[in-house]
Every structure is written in structure tokens, then in C-alpha cells.
């Protein structure tokens, strides 16, 4: 993956915004293109504005972003803050969450392992797994809690050892099968598979997917609203968090 020279790199770098958003035009053309750095070119994938005049963020097509002016000759690398009445607000983040439930919107159903459960559902979660983590099928265990109080869970497939690991081919099992959502049970139970990992199956796409938006680790628990939830988080605390009421 292609950085950005360490000199340009100042560490945790805390930019405060003490004004209110300002209106800009356009983002210049000089963003638009490809930076160079030290002769390296550094591809832009988008370039928004920020609430700080002639200051703009900008994403690399690797991923990479920080902050730049106008003409691309000052860089700076870290979160961007409101200081309001509510206290700081990382608008960093605010954008991370954004970029993160728009990635996953884009997974259709038909690629996911769903429960639903039987009620109204409420609200949903999307959850990367390994059937083969402890704390994945921990978390498992909780899904008929969380389908009973209305909350949908959505699995992706994010194999932690790797897509060559053992916890990649189950999932490739799991996909695989003519009843995802009976493999998954049996899977999180410990029990063996059938062997039907050939086939067209989505495990690979969701595993970069995982790694581009921040997923380090399973479970890893994405909200509707982007914000990333590592680790296993009991049904009871997941609905506080989902505003859902037991």
C-alpha cells in the first residue's frame, strides 16, 4: 500500500475547528488530480471540503486521507474537530462512519447470512464473523435475544487468520451451503460442514471490505450509522446502544 512520506506524517495531529462551516466552491482542480510526492504520484479517489476555508480532506485511492490546501503543497495527517457547545466532535470520524455504512450498503442481501428472527424488525446490525473465534460464537448466542427484541443481524465474512486459515474455508463452507443460515448455527456449534466450499462465493470481496473499513478483529460490529464496535457486546448493551427497548 502506497503511504505517505513520513515527513509529511506529524503523528496524532489535532486540528480544532473554532468556527462555524463555511461555504466553499468547488474543491480546486489542483486536488482533483493526481499529487505528487517526491515524484511519486499519489492517485485521489475524492476531495471534500471541510467547515475550514482553503482546507480540504482528501482520499487516496489506497485509502490513505489527511487534510490539504488548495494547491496541494501543505499537508496535515490526523482528525479534524468541532469545538462547539456539545464539546469537541471528531468530524473525522463523523466521515469514516459515513464512508463505512455507505461501503456496506452496497453488499446485497443475497450476499450476506441473515436472522431476522419473527417480529418487526427494528433495527440491524452487520457483524464480520469467523465461525472458528470464541467470542464469535459468544456473540451467536445472543442473536435469538436480539431477533426477539427486533434487531436483524447481517453476517460478513471476515476469516481473522487469513483466507487460507481454517476459519476461510469454513466460511467458504458457510457460504457455500444451501442453507446459509443452518451452516452458520452449525458452524458457531462447532460441528463439522460439509465439504461445498467451491462455489461462487463472496467470502474474499467481504474480507477486503472488512480490512478497508477498519475491521482489525471479530466480531466486529457495525451500527447503522457506520460507527465500528469491536468485540463481543451482550444483546442487552447492543440494544442500549440501538436505542431499541428490551
Not at 9 to 29: K, N, Y
Not at 218 to 234: E, F, K, M, N, Q
Request: charged residues 25%; negative net charge; proline residues 8%.
Amino acid at each position: 500500500m502506497m503511504r505517505i512520506p513520513p515527513l509529511l506524517a506529524f503523528g496524532a495531529f489535532m486540528l480544532v475547528a473554532l468556527t462555524g462551516p463555511s461555504v466553499q466552491a468547488d474543491p480546486p482542480d489542483a486536488l482533483l488530480e493526481d499529487i505528487e510526492v517526491n515524484g511519486e504520484p499519489m492517485p485521489v479517489e475524492s476531495v471534500r471540503d471541510t467547515p475550514l476555508p482553503d482546507i480540504y480532506h482528501v482520499r487516496l485511492e489506497n485509502g490513505e486521507t489527511f487534510y490539504s490546501d488548495s494547491e496541494g503543497k501543505h499537508f496535515l495527517v490526523g482528525d479534524l474537530y468541532r469545538n462547539g457547545e456539545d464539546g469537541l466532535v471528531n468530524l473525522s470520524e463523523q466521515g469514516r462512519n459515513e464512508e463505512r455504512a455507505a461501503r456496506i450498503a452496497t453488499v446485497p442481501e443475497s450476499e450476506r447470512v441473515i436472522f431476522r428472527g419473527v417480529h418487526d424488525t427494528k433495527a440491524r446490525v452487520t457483524v464480520f464473523t469467523d465461525a472458528t473465534c470464541p467470542y464469535c460464537r459468544k456473540f451467536h448466542e445472543e442473536v435469538p435475544r436480539l431477533n426477539e427484541m427486533g434487531i436483524a443481524v447481517h453476517y460478513l465474512a471476515f476469516p481473522r487468520g487469513g483466507l487460507s486459515s481454517e476459519g476461510g474455508r469454513e466460511l467458504r463452507q458457510i457460504w457455500c451451503a444451501d442453507n446459509r443460515t443452518e451452516a452458520m448455527n452449525a458452524a458457531k456449534r462447532d460441528e463439522a460442514l460439509p465439504d461445498t466450499e467451491d462455489c461462487d462465493n463472496p467470502v474474499e470481496d467481504q474480507y477486503h471490505l472488512g480490512m478497508d473499513i477498519g475491521v482489525e478483529g471479530t466480531p466486529a460490529i457495525v451500527l447503522p450509522d457506520g460507527r465500528l464496535v469491536p468485540g463481543y457486546v451482550p444483546a442487552e448493551r447492543l440494544a442500549d446502544m440501538l436505542g431499541v427497548s428490551g
